[in-house]
């Protein structure tokens, strides 16, 4: 997409559970304003790449830079001080938290100076939390869940937003329209997205640029529309689903 | 056993009951038999044993014809008595503004308690106080942070012994040494807190136990330095502003014009105690405001998506075991004062289980809850004295009904911190249990 440094390059990353090796040697890049995918089947080692950038479980060789600064062996918390954001697997809002405490969460790191302008731009991005704010976090619905899982991310103001897995146990209306407010962020503010999915036929259609991750090695990579067109990724991840 | 058998045509039912309390009855003369039938009593030559059989049957009877009436009544009936309770099971929380109006409401009498009550109520009321610092200290651990600490004991024992050794060894006053107990609690607690970083819930409670143990032990048996089993006597008591509570010239009565009465003593001690819990809970109300505050209750939700938020957990644990143990300590301290006498003894682990029960009892994280909950406690357990060991059973049994018809505690509903129009408080029905 761009010639410049990429924001995150992952270069040769392995990483182990114990003696169970997950990574084996990942190389991933994020160019400042893109939107990139990682697809691949369950335990192919999306989620663990995305923990892995975060600094959980650390990475064993390789190296992860963010915006030119070596973070592979930060702590988890200076790495997510960074101007990255991610909204993990499974949500995990904090569920006996209302829903403003929950987006007060977010902002933690950043401070309050501009918490009000921030609340109100994700209650214009998602209204439903509007409706919802001071409910309890666990009583939301999965996707008013996820909804919040994404604004909590978004209130640190980041550059680098990864998302893992947004669309798990969701109906497909609730993950388009959580998809149409990634693109528009993207699309209006720069942006940076990282996506981990197993939705293979959204995922590629709203990224820029692809990989495909198999077994713990990146496999393929291009650009969402080649991959989606590719044979090999239809047959594995498309056939049977949406096309 | 329970319930299921409402299905059951009634002369079943009735032959079922039966059955199953003939069957009560043979567990009960199994167990009665050997421990109530046979009792032995010191005679001349030793001992001897001495048959009881008509008490077997008597328990035997009552057990039978409890079982066969509960049964029939109760359990396998079809329409079943506990249908009564219902209503009372987790009533939905109309005690909204409980702390708005309680809460000063409950200062304002304990102000001015010592000017309507006599010297018992006063002593009773500053036990009481102690051990609702004590539960909110733990409730920041515990409450707050969701980290389960079966030894906080062991930082009140700090408090109560750094007082009474800088008292001993160096001749320091109460009033310097209560900040110093306070910040060697603290220092314990991050002491404790580094080991137990990565551990969560039933092998955290293990851990902090066997800390609470360890220090006990340590009490026990470094005699040279800290009496040992003997403890320490003749710990100084606090004085007003340098004038101490004694006889005669020069001490606080004196300097008042006032007729000499130890009553001062016990009184100013209540109102020391009552401003460390107030100062105490003000600190708490404050730092749930503040983002350390917050940290923690997020800490209790969801630690990965804590860290995963650019939350150090690390600090956010340390700083709660230190504050924590500070205001333990701070109440340990104020403890060897009012005690001048302090050992081992006073540290066991069935105070680390008092204080705990109060907090939970109070409801994780309720302030009020903890006054309410140390106020039944403590004070209905001074208060029923008379009867002995009789009030462990009805103290077990109003825990037990407390946990049934309000199991997340007396006060369970949960104030958010934050609020962009009017208050709301989270219903209780809405909180989960806590997960350790």
């Known amino acids: ?243 | 056993m329970i319930v299921t058998a409402t299905a059951l045509p009634a002369g079943g039912r009735v032959a079922a009951s039966f059955k199953d309390a003939v069957i009560a009855a043979v567990v009960a003369l199994a167990i009665a038999g050997p421990m109530m039938g046979l009792q032995t009593v010191t005679d001349i030559g030793g001992l001897s044993i001495v048959q009881r059989w008509p008490l077997v049957f008597a328990a035997v009877a009552v057990v039978f014809v409890g079982r066969l009436l509960l049964n029939i009544f109760v359990w396998k009936t079809s329409t079943p008595v506990t249908g009564l309770f219902k209503g009372l099971k987790l009533a939905p929380s109309k005690s909204l503004n409980l702390g708005r109006y309680l809460g000063p409401a409950l200062i304002v009498i304990a102000v001015l308690l010592p000017t309507f009550s006599g010297r018992y109520v006063v002593d009773l009321g500053t036990l009481v106080l102690t051990y609702i610092m004590l539960g909110w200290g733990l409730s920041i651990v515990v409450g707050l942070a969701g980290l389960l600490d079966l030894g906080y004991v062991a930082f009140y024992a700090v408090g109560a012994y750094s007082y009474a050794l800088f008292a001993h060894y160096f001749g320091f006053s109460f009033w310097i040494c209560l900040p110093l107990a306070g910040i060697l609690a603290a220092f314990w607690g991050i002491v404790l807190g580094f080991p137990v970083l990565r551990l969560r819930g039933d092998y955290l409670a293990i851990v902090t136990l066997a800390f609470g143990e360890i220090i006990r032990v340590v009490l026990l048996n470094w005699a040279d330095f800290t009496g040992g089993p003997n403890g320490i006597s003749g710990i100084p008591r606090p004085s007003f502003f340098g004038l101490e509570f004694k006889r005669g010239a020069g001490g606080f009565a004196d300097f008042f014009g006032l007729d000499f009465s130890s009553d001062h003593r016990v009184i100013f001690l209540y109102y020391v105690i009552l401003a460390m819990a107030l100062l105490t809970c003000a600190i708490i109300m404050r730092l749930r405001r503040l983002p350390v505050g917050r940290a923690w209750e997020a800490l209790r939700e969801d630690e990965i998506a804590c860290r995963s938020l650019g939350i150090n957990t690390v600090s956010t644990k340390l700083t709660a075991f230190a504050l924590g143990a500070m205001f333990g300590g701070f109440a340990g301290a104020f403890f060897a004062t009012r005690q001048g006498f302090i050992s081992p003894e006073s540290f066991v682990f069935m105070e680390s289980a008092i204080i705990l029960a109060i907090v939970v009892l109070g409801g994780l994280g309720s302030q009020i809850g903890v006054v309410i909950a140390a106020t039944v406690m403590i004070g209905g357990f001074e208060v029923f004295r008379e009867m002995a060991e009789y009030r462990m059973l009805v103290f077990g049994l109003a825990m037990v009904l407390i946990m049934i018809w309000r199991p997340r505690g007396l006060i369970s509903t949960r104030t958010p911190s934050i609020f962009l129009k009017a208050r709301k408080t989270i219903g209780a029905e809405n909180i989960s249990q806590g997960h350790g």
Request: hydrophobic letters at 40%; proline letters at 4%; one cysteine or more.
């Open chain 1, 1 to 243: 997409m761009s010639t410049k440094e990429p924001l995150l390059s992952v270069r040769g990353v392995q990483t182990y559970y114990g003696k169970i090796i997950a990574l084996k040697g990942v190389d991933v890049d994020v160019h400042q304003g893109e939107i990139v995918t990682i697809i691949g089947a369950n335990g192919a080692g999306k989620s663990t790449l995305m923990m892995t950038i975060c600094g959980n479980p650390r990475a064993r060789t390789g190296t992860i830079t963010y915006n030119g600064i070596d973070i592979t062996n930060m702590p988890t918390f200076e790495i997510m001080r960074m101007s990255i954001a991610q909204s993990p697997e499974g949500r995990r809002i904090f569920p006996r938290m209302s829903v403003l405490e929950n987006l007060q969460m977010g902002a933690a790191t950043i401070g309050y100076e501009n918490f009000d302008a921030d609340l109100q731009r994700m209650f214009e991005l998602f209204p439903i939390l509007r409706k919802r704010q001071s409910q309890r976090g666990g009583t939301l619905s999965g996707g008013e869940q996820q909804m919040l899982a994404i604004a909590r991310a978004l209130m640190s103001r980041p550059k680098l937003l990864m998302l893992d897995e947004p669309s798990l146990g969701l109906a497909p209306l609730i993950v388009k329209q959580i998809f149409e407010v990634v693109a528009d962020l993207n699309k209006t503010q720069g942006l940076t997205v990282c996506l981990v999915e197993q939705n293979a036929y959204h995922a590629l259609k709203l990224a820029h640029r692809g990989y495909v991750m198999v077994n713990g090695l990146i496999t393929m990579s291009g650009t969402g529309k080649e991959l989606l067109e590719s044979e090999e990724v239809r047959a594995a991840y498309l056939e049977g689903g949406k096309h």
